[in-house]
């Protein structure tokens, strides 16, 4: 019987983890990715059961480990908390998802952090630099065009190449993001010992957002992992490059009312003009959380134009279908954006493995994957896109 093939769009969070699952299975893979290294952008990820459970299953022992022990630590509350300005807790609400783990739950993550995690022993199959042009399908197979006349063949395309997907431009010609009116300033602000030795404990729970009664809304996300980063994976992946990363706080301002710009404009503004915004809207605010803001580093600012793609209705199952960002891209209201592009990979592997062992042919496992993702997926991008939430993030109070 012919051995599969895949070809992977994007060398992200959801496509080194569908390559990491086809490597475990035995099962020949490629990764194209436009960029030459991966993310370079994002800073903290919020981790549930979706996105950990995928990985526990996706990635060896060893790796595995090193994602627990790179990851935050455990928070003080494993909850979502509203205060106001001045730190005055108003509500609280459990993040979404399953039950998490007891001892080391799924927290958070440095974003590059867990892909260069992903990346480590696959990476002769991940080809950067790669800027994907098109494809072509037929029963024999499918063909992908690289930008440099290059044409890679497969049994398979999966698009794991975000938002703006080439493949599913292509494929859904009729499909495109669209733009739910939010902004968000993103930025980092350092956390050092005797930074973190001034802070009060309510900063640490699973996620804090405060709000001022003007609608000012900031998101604050500490990482602080469970072991110095470099630390394990000089234990636990000595011949993998994982980076440092110092403890910081990342620092997301809601500015949807305050700042009516166009992408474009969005793109050529300066990160230094962003931080003075940030600084003028909390100049009023508790002194604790006017010293975050001030102490944020302006080169790690830049600002986000939130978009969507909103769930479709059943299209017709081929060789190419389509994980996370490139099918569902979704607020980031509950954090759930790259914990279901992980889960998504995951589901799909198993149908891949299915197809490799003679079990299933490939419209079946194909149709069946798109069938599960859409069934769990969905409902969770109509809770994180429910209008209000979507331009303001705010946590729904019990």
């Known amino acids: 019987m012919k051995k599969l093939h895949v070809l992977i769009a994007g060398g992200g969070i959801g496509g080194l983890c569908l390559a990491q699952n086809l490597k475990k299975a035995g099962i020949s893979f490629s990764v194209y990715e436009r960029e030459d290294e991966v993310s370079k952008s994002g800073y903290r990820l919020h981790m549930n059961m979706d996105g950990g459970e995928a990985l526990r299953t996706s990635l060896p022992k060893h790796l595995y480990q090193l994602y627990v022990q790179t990851s935050r630590k455990n928070p003080r509350r494993e909850m979502a908390v509203l205060i106001d300005e001045q730190l005055n807790e108003i509500g609280v609400r459990p993040h979404i998802g399953g039950p998490n783990e007891k001892e080391f739950p799924h927290t958070a993550v440095n974003r590059r952090t867990l892909c260069q995690i992903l990346l480590s022993g696959i990476e002769e199959h991940v080809h950067f630099n790669s800027t994907i042009t098109g494809f072509e399908q037929d029963e024999e197979g499918v063909r992908l065009f690289l930008e440099d006349g290059t044409i890679a063949k497969g049994d398979l395309l999966v698009a794991a190449d975000g938002i703006n997907s080439v493949v ?124 975050l803001v001030e102490r944020i580093n302006p080169d790690t600012v830049s600002i986000l134009s939130v978009r969507s793609v909103e769930p479709l209705d059943p299209w017709e199952t081929s060789r190419v279908t389509l994980i996370g960002d490139a099918i569902h891209a979704m607020p980031p209201s509950f954090g759930a954006g790259s914990n279901l592009a992980l889960r998504d990979a995951s589901v799909l592997a198993k149908q891949i493995i ?45």
Do not use: C
């Open 168 to 291: 599913r431009r292509q494929l859904m010609p009729e499909v495109s993001p669209i733009d739910t009116g939010a902004r968000a300033i993103y930025s980092k602000s350092p956390l050092t010992k005797e930074i973190r030795a001034q802070l009060p404990e309510i900063l640490f729970d699973g996620f804090t957002s405060a709000i001022d009664e003007k609608g000012t809304y900031m998101a604050i996300g500490p990482y602080e992992p469970r072991r110095p980063v470099d630390e394990a994976a000089k234990e636990l992946a000595p011949s993998s490059f994982i980076e440092h990363v110092d403890d910081y706080i990342m620092i997301t301002l809601n500015v949807s009312e305050q700042l009516k710009m166009t992408d474009d404009e969005l793109r050529k503004a300066n990160p230094s003009l962003y931080h003075r915004i940030m600084l003028e809207l909390t100049q009023k605010w508790h002194p604790v959380l006017k010293g």
């Open 354 to 398: 299915e197809i490799e062992e003679g079990r299933k042919g490939w419209k079946e496992a194909i149709a069946r994957y798109e069938e599960e993702m859409r069934a769990h997926d969905y409902p969770i991008f109509e809770m994180s896109s429910n209008a209000k939430t979507a331009r303001t993030f705010k946590p729904t109070i019990k």
